[in-house]
């Protein structure tokens, strides 16, 4: 199990009051569609949330929040894993707790815009 890192949770504790800031079990960072830093980080609720790192000053980390959990319908996740895919968007594969994957993604026209594309060929996976 992957821990995040002290930075990453400094960073939290930076931008967002304690008193709201989840607690995290799991993160995965990667350049992003947009060329800033992207770390996606799974909070103990088992849904996913956004910290990046870029913009004007390209050093500046943000807090996005909450990453697509009103496109997320009822599932829980326990891990997460992201790197550049095809068009050089950005893709998170996040674990189900069903053991099944699940596909967010960043890019397309517009290169922030993330993208929960959900079930990961499913129809192809034997159980």
């Given at each position: 199990m992957m821990k995040i890192s002290q930075d990453?949770?400094?960073?939290?504790?930076?931008?967002?009051?304690?008193?709201k800031a989840p607690k995290f079990n799991h993160t995965a960072a990667s350049i992003g569609a947009d060329?800033?830093?992207?770390?996606v980080c799974l909070g103990t609720d088992g849904l996913p949330y956004l910290f990046w790192q870029g913009g004007v000053k390209k050093s500046?980390?943000?807090?996005?929040?909450?990453?697509?959990?009103?496109?997320?319908?009822?599932?829980?996740?326990?891990s997460v894993a992201a790197s550049i895919g095809a068009d050089k968007d950005l893709q998170a594969v996040c674990l189900g707790t069903d053991g099944l994957p699940y596909l967010f993604w960043q890019g397309g026209v517009k290169?922030?815009?993330?993208?929960y594309e959900g079930k990961l060929l499913h129809d192809k996976i034997k159980v």
């Open positions: 990453v949770e400094a960073i939290i504790h930076e931008n967002i009051s304690s008193s060329e800033d830093l992207q770390v500046q980390w943000h807090y996005e929040g909450k990453l697509l959990h009103d496109k997320i319908e009822g599932i829980k996740f326990t290169k922030s815009q993330w993208h």
